[in-house]
């Protein structure tokens, strides 16, 4: 199956092993200082605005298909409201421990899958 960078980016449904976790998010933050520095610089500082939301989107995308790797819903992301102790365990669960051993219900393992990055 391949997937899209779109599909990577914008829709929660899917796994994420951490290694493509982590550059996609990497590259999303860069997009996002590029895009925040150019608008500041042609527009003011009130326009980087824009960039912010569908960072937070992407971002929590990505954590989403992070957590169903673990064999964990969404709604896990709720644990950033829980100060201190519910980003530690976040960050725990998304950066630290693998993803579950062979399919779960969020779809096939994505490690050794070499298309998953292809785009279309």
């Given at each position: 199956?391949?997937?899209?960078?779109?599909?990577?980016?914008?829709?929660?449904?899917?796994?994420?092993?951490?290694?493509?976790?982590?550059?996609?998010?990497?590259?999303?933050?860069?997009?996002?200082?590029?895009?925040w520095?150019?608008l500041?610089?042609?527009?003011?500082?009130?326009?980087?605005?824009?960039?912010?939301?569908?960072?937070?989107?992407?971002?929590?995308?990505?954590m989403i298909?992070?957590?169903h790797?673990?064999?964990?819903?969404?709604?896990?992301?709720?644990?950033?409201?829980?100060?201190?102790?519910?980003?530690?365990?976040?960050?725990?669960?998304?950066?630290?421990?693998?993803?579950?051993?062979?399919?779960?219900?969020?779809?096939?393992?994505?490690r050794?899958?070499?298309?998953?990055?292809?785009?279309?």
């Amino acid at each position: 199956m391949k997937t899209s960078l779109l599909h990577l980016l914008l829709s929660p449904g899917g796994r994420l092993r951490r290694r493509t976790f982590w550059t996609s998010l990497g590259l999303a933050s860069v997009a996002l200082a590029g895009s925040w520095w150019i608008l500041d610089i042609t527009f003011g500082s009130t326009a980087t605005w824009f960039v912010h939301l569908p960072f937070l989107w992407i971002a929590a995308v990505l954590m989403i298909k992070r957590l169903h790797d673990r064999g964990r819903s969404g709604w896990w992301l709720l644990l950033l409201l829980i100060p201190l102790l519910g980003p530690l365990w976040l960050a725990l669960e998304l950066v630290f421990l693998g993803g579950s051993a062979g399919p779960n219900r969020y779809g096939a393992n994505p490690r050794g899958r070499a298309d998953y990055l292809t785009v279309r």
